[in-house]
């Protein structure tokens, strides 16, 4: 992580201190997305002063652009966001709170009503499945008899 603690992002990386300098480029490498990054941080961090004791440096501005997990994304831990052309506009980060606690299984959906004083908002079992109603076709014999 950055010096500060946070997920290593440009704008939280000192670019002169060389276990920085390209720590945020080393996380949500290509291949990875939904994992974890690929080594510890603290790693990755020598891997940083590896490349600066190599003569690296931060020069240009970069022509991608990291992302950070959305809401509705896992933790960062295992969703390390993605990377995008740096002109690319941002999607809206919008979370659906209705699709969310719509997907919750029942009882996790009464201990939330519970818990925001919404007792007896959600039913104690889940409403039965609405089945077509079929009508069984009538055959000649059957109906010859009627």
């Known amino acids: 992580m950055s010096s500060d603690g946070q997920f290593p ?10 276990e920085e300098a390209f720590l945020w480029m080393l996380v949500g490498l290509p291949g990875l997305k939904g994992a974890p ?13 590896r490349l600066w004791d190599c003569g690296a440096r931060p020069v240009k501005d970069p022509v991608i ?9 896992p933790h960062w831990l295992v969703s390390p966001g993605t990377w995008a052309d740096i002109d690319e506009p941002d ?6 709170v209705r699709e969310f606690v719509a997907s919750l299984p ?10 925001l004083g919404l007792t ?3 039913p104690d079992e889940e409403p039965a499945p609405m089945l077509p109603v079929t009508i069984r ?10």
């Open 9 to 18: 992002t440009r704008d939280n990386c000192d670019l002169t201190d060389p």
């Open 37 to 49: 990054p690929l080594l510890p941080i603290q790693h990755l961090r020598q891997v940083s002063r």
């Open 65 to 73: 652009k990291y992302r950070p997990p959305r809401a509705g994304d």
């Open 91 to 96: 999607p809206e980060d919008v979370f659906d």
């Open 106 to 115: 029942l009882r996790q959906r009464q201990q939330l009503a519970a818990a």
């Open 120 to 122: 007896g908002t959600v």
């Open 137 to 146: 076709p009538a055959n000649d014999s059957q109906a010859q008899r009627h």
